[in-house]
């Protein structure tokens, strides 16, 4: 009779599962000091090839013509991919303890925040105990993903578990907590379907 081969998820399989996990696993406490030692190098412009050797060293893909222009701030910087002609203005901020997809020609204005990050909403779900009776946060993430040719407004908030479709525009100071459809502009906390865009050929 064979014995049955238990497979143990690592912590970091389990954040991108959008299971519970433990944040202070050395693996991801290896994955965020990169991000740490590489975003300042990636927001100094004082030597363009090494920023661009940085660029390509921390984000999981990077397309053609990607362009960063200004600071940005990251927390795995592995999780992030871009494609051909994305550009990403100051100050963009990716929370992104789950994957963040960016399809081609995406505009991201100032200030814009992408959180992938969740806990319970009740209150007595928040924090767990370990062995030695140490608190811990109980964390668990989902994904975001953003398709073509969709414009960002600046300081908007896109929530974990979003998808933004294709040829999509949305307004400045939005909060986006649901997806967005293809061809459509979107705007307001909670961020809401201000009109329709003619369909790309």
Not at 56 to 74: A, C, P, W
Not at 183 to 199: M, R, S
């Amino acid at each position: 009779m064979k014995e049955a081969i238990i497979m143990t998820k690592t912590e970091h399989e389990k954040l991108l599962a959008g299971e519970e996990y433990d944040y202070r696993d050395l693996e991801l406490r290896k994955m965020i000091a990169k991000a740490h030692r590489l975003i300042p190098v990636i927001n100094d412009l004082s030597d363009l090839e090494k920023r661009q050797t940085a660029i390509n060293d921390l984000f999981g893909h990077v397309g053609e013509g990607l362009t960063i222009n200004g600071k940005i701030d990251v927390l795995y910087g592995n999780h992030i991919s871009f494609c051909d002609n994305d550009f990403i203005n100051d100050n963009g901020r990716f929370q992104n303890s789950n994957l963040i997809t960016l399809g081609d020609r995406v505009i991201i204005a100032p200030d814009v925040k992408f959180y992938c990050g969740e806990h319970a909403i009740d209150a007595t779900k928040r924090w767990g105990t370990y062995e030695n009776g140490q608190k811990y946060l109980i964390s668990f993430t989902v994904p975001i993903s953003v398709g073509n040719d969709v414009w960002i407004g600046g300081n908007v908030t896109i929530i974990g578990g979003v998808h933004i479709g294709n040829n999509v525009i949305i307004g400045a100071g939005a909060v986006v907590t649901k997806d967005v459809p293809d061809n459509t502009v979107v705007g307001g906390i909670p961020a809401k379907k201000i009109k329709d865009l003619k369909p790309l050929n």
